[in-house]
Structures are given as C-alpha cells and as structure tokens.
C-alpha cells in the first residue's frame, strides 16, 4: 500500500478527519483521537501504525512484515507498524486499520459518538 491508498481507505470511514504533523505523517482522527498513522519509517519506504488488541499485539509482535510501533510500544501502548509495504499485506493492513477505528470508537464517550453521528439508529435518519 501507499500513502495515496492509505489515505483513500482511511477517509471512507465514517466521521474521520486527516492532518499532516509529526514531520510529515499522514494522521487519521476520529472524535480527535488518533487511529492510524501513515509515516515514521526508518529506511523512507511507507509504513502504516495502528493501534490494536491485546491479542493481536502480541500475535503482529512477532509476524514477519510487522513490528511493535516506535515511540507508542515502548511506552506500553498496543499501537503496531506495518513495514512491509509490497502490497501482499493490504488486505490484512485494511482490516487493523478498521480494527484501529473501532477500537478508538468504542473508547470514545457515548456523547461524543452522537455528537459525529456515530451511534445513530435508522430510526433516527
């Protein structure tokens, strides 16, 4: 995947918002807190970061392609980073990505899920 596919799927989730910070990285947002993180590499090829379940953190810890995420891993956080960027993990990368936004909406207060129209009924429309 790239940043230009990484972005498209990113903003088709609902209520999501996207800036540019921390030197460059694409950040995605939903109720104002982060979900996914396209940047950080270290040899300049992309890498996407995002956050997790216990279970899958420790699973992505040791699978080939991943790597528990700099800066939030090491400070105790579940967040992982995806390396490699060839193409073969997109399908998988797609699912953490909206595993992430799920997990970051349900950790979001019930107000502020209505309040972006998270939580709404059909009935509601």
């Known amino acids: 995947m790239n940043y230009n596919a990484f972005n498209q799927f990113c903003g088709s989730l609902p209520a999501t918002t996207h800036v540019v910070q921390w030197g460059g990285s694409h950040v995605w947002k939903i109720g104002g807190k982060v979900f996914a993180i396209g940047g950080w590499s270290r040899d300049r090829h992309p ?15 040791v699978h080939e392609g991943y790597i528990p995420a700099p800066y ?47 939580n709404r009924t059909p009935d509601a429309e």
């Not at 953490?96 to 107000?111: A, C, D, N, T």
């Open 47 to 61: 890498a996407f970061t995002f956050k997790t379940s216990d279970q899958n953190f420790a699973f992505l810890s």
């Open 72 to 118: 939030f891993a090491n400070r105790g956080m579940k967040w992982i980073q995806q390396i490699e960027t060839s193409g073969a993990l997109d399908e998988e990368l797609r699912y953490y990505l909206s595993e992430s936004y799920r997990i970051v909406v349900q950790g979001l207060s019930k107000r502020q899920q209505q309040e972006i129209k998270l």
